[in-house]
């Protein structure tokens, strides 16, 4: 049974810092990209990062590049996103996926494998 268990979530106020974790378990990790996404109350699930399974090849959304930085350590079966200068409209629920195949995708429905959610809320 594929399990994906994000924590780190919290309040933090504008301008601080966070870092979320996705445990993963249940499948071989290291041929999976990893994606974190995120929505915010009455708005769709937005892409906000990938990384391919080799960790060698991420991609952000344009709303969160040069401030956000996902990674993973494929010994710890687990995916990090770094999250720096936050902004109030960086509040939302962050969901931790993993992908289908090995290569990055911005795309929801190239993940199978969805975790519960972290709250995240950036005070101003």
């Known amino acids: 049974q594929v399990q994906v268990i994000e924590s780190g979530g919290g309040l933090v106020q504008a301008g601080g810092s966070l870092r979320l974790s996705c445990a993963v378990s249940?499948?071989?990790?290291?041929?999976?990209?990893m994606g974190w996404f995120r929505q915010a109350p009455e708005k769709e699930r937005e892409f906000v990062a990938t990384?391919?399974?080799?960790?060698?090849?991420?991609e952000y959304a344009g709303s969160v590049k040069g401030r956000f930085t996902i990674s993973r350590d494929n010994t710890k079966n687990t995916v990090f996103l770094e999250m720096n200068s936050l902004k109030p409209e960086d509040t939302a629920v962050y969901f931790c996926a993993a992908g289908r195949y090995t290569g990055l995708s911005p795309w929801a429905s190239q993940y199978d494998t969805w975790g519960q959610g972290t709250q995240v809320t950036v005070s101003s």
């Open positions: 249940g499948l071989t990790f290291s041929t999976k990209a």
């Open positions: 990384i391919s399974g080799s960790g060698r090849v991420t």
